[in-house]
């Protein structure tokens, strides 16, 4: 079994060359980060994209709102640029607008080791929006049809 392996099934493992604990996190899709990237999706399509800053559409708690979205980039929903566009600065993607239409599935967990995904959550739990966890589907349609 490989060092990333055997991190995936218990967590944290030390490594036999340089002893150094290596911890993965899993990391799940959840509902606060959809209405997150709900509320980044409706910017989108009013101003005709572009880059908006977390606090325009991340929610109350910055800090973890914040990390919540830069999480997203794994899933490749939003993106960033931070030396161009400054930090906090998110764009929604192709695959994020997908998502919110409802045609297209992401990993339903995402495993992360040193800020980068190593593993994904097979086929088979992959979702769509409307599955995430705790996620109120009523919401969908109010930001998908902006007035």
Same mark, same amino acid.
């Given at each position: 079994? !490989?060092?990333i392996?055997?991190? &995936?099934?218990r967590g944290?493992?030390?490594?036999?060359?340089c $002893?150094? /604990?290596?911890?993965?996190?899993?990391?799940? /899709?959840?509902?606060? *980060?959809?209405?997150? /990237? &709900?509320? &980044?999706?409706? /910017?989108?399509? =009013?101003?005709?994209?572009?880059?908006f800053?977390?606090r325009?559409?991340?929610?109350?708690?910055?800090?973890?709102a914040s990390?919540?979205?830069?999480?997203? !980039?794994?899933?490749?929903l939003? !993106?960033? $640029?931070?030396?161009? *566009?400054?930090?906090?600065?998110? @764009?929604?993607?192709?695959?994020?607008r @997908?998502? =919110?239409?409802?045609?297209?599935?992401?990993?339903?967990w995402?495993?992360?080791?040193? $800020?980068?995904?190593?593993?994904?959550?097979?086929?088979?739990?992959? !979702?769509?929006?409307? *599955?995430?966890?705790?996620?109120?589907?009523? &919401?969908?349609?109010?930001?998908?049809?902006?007035?």
């Amino acid at each position: 079994m !490989t060092f990333i392996e055997e991190m &995936l099934k218990r967590g944290t493992v030390r490594c036999g060359e340089c $002893n150094r /604990l290596g911890t993965i996190r899993k990391r799940h /899709l959840h509902a606060a *980060q959809c209405r997150s /990237l &709900l509320r &980044l999706y409706r /910017l989108d399509i =009013i101003s005709d994209g572009g880059w908006f800053h977390t606090r325009a559409f991340a929610g109350a708690r910055s800090e973890k709102a914040s990390s919540d979205v830069a999480y997203m !980039t794994h899933w490749g929903l939003v !993106t960033s $640029n931070h030396k161009e *566009q400054g930090k906090g600065m998110y @764009a929604i993607t192709p695959r994020g607008r @997908a998502f =919110i239409r409802g045609s297209e599935r992401v990993p339903g967990w995402i495993a992360i080791f040193n $800020n980068a995904p190593i593993a994904v959550a097979p086929i088979e739990e992959w !979702t769509y929006i409307h *599955q995430v966890r705790h996620f109120d589907e009523t &919401l969908i349609a109010a930001y998908r049809n902006p007035s």
